[in-house]
């Protein structure tokens, strides 16, 4: 069953209407009934009851974004949240990279000390738990300069506030935030290219899809860099789903004689 992007977010957001000082236009948008005035919503089409949530001139109403607009904002929003939290998780990460750059030598005691005692236990097993990969690249980690650590945590810092504007930007559908996500996710696919070369693990390749498929996406739904027609075609769209300007179309047509 097709879901109704436009009715579903009334029914949780409530409708919007609009009362255009045009006459002729106002009184297509408006319906009277016995137990009073209603207004046509602008996204789902269906009137409701009460006074208009604005009023003023057709060109001024807001362009309320309904059908495939809304629910392409819709997985914007879902794009948004996964940077943000992605973002968040990053600042985690620097924090506790900068934490380790002022105490590795601590850290250092403290993980040799928990390694010997987890050796009976691995012994058990038979696994060589002082030549494992994992304990490997732990202790790789133990020589780095400071000045190196405090510089991967600034990069893990620049890195977090860019996941975090992009966050931002495509919750509130702003189309330099659609550029700015593509060109920072493109930039960062090889990078995730090699970490999968190195170790395949199921959730670096669900991000690695993640990311090419919401690269693809943004650039042909929002017409980015010129394709598909570019802006002018991507704003041609949005304004021909517009409830208000498909009836301010009609009014215009000559009337059939």
Request: aromatic residues 10%; neutral net charge; charged residues 25%.
């Amino acid at each position: 069953m097709k879901r109704d992007w436009d009715r579903h977010t009334c029914a949780t957001r409530g409708h919007v209407t609009y009362a255009p000082d045009e006459p002729e236009l106002r009184e297509r948008l408006r319906t009277a009934t016995a137990v009073g005035t209603a207004w046509r919503c602008l996204r789902c089409g269906d009137f409701a009851l009460g006074d208009p949530h604005g009023s003023g001139p057709a060109e001024d109403a807001p362009l309320v974004p309904r059908g495939k607009a809304l629910r392409d904002l819709f997985i914007l929003r879902f794009l948004a949240v996964e940077r943000l939290l992605r973002g968040l998780l990053i600042v985690v990460v620097a924090w506790g990279v900068w934490k380790f750059s002022n105490s590795q030598d601590a850290v250092r005691r403290i993980f040799d000390e928990n390694l010997s005692v987890l050796k009976p236990v691995t012994e058990h097993f038979h696994w060589d738990l002082e030549h494992s990969p994992i304990v490997d690249t732990i202790r790789k980690t133990f020589d780095y300069k400071h000045s190196t650590l405090v510089y991967v945590a600034a990069a893990l810092v620049a890195y977090a506030l860019i996941e975090i504007v992009e966050a931002f930007g495509l919750w509130w559908g702003h189309r330099w935030a659609e550029y700015l996500t593509v060109v920072a996710t493109a930039a960062f696919l090889p990078l995730e290219g090699y970490e999968l070369s190195e170790h395949v693990s199921v959730l670096k390749v669900c991000t690695l899809l993640l990311n090419v498929a919401a690269v693809l996406w943004i650039l042909l739904s929002k017409r980015l860099f010129g394709l598909r027609g570019g802006r002018a075609a991507f704003e041609a769209e949005r304004h021909s789903a517009s409830l208000l300007e498909v009836e301010v179309s009609a009014g215009a047509l000559p009337q059939q004689v």
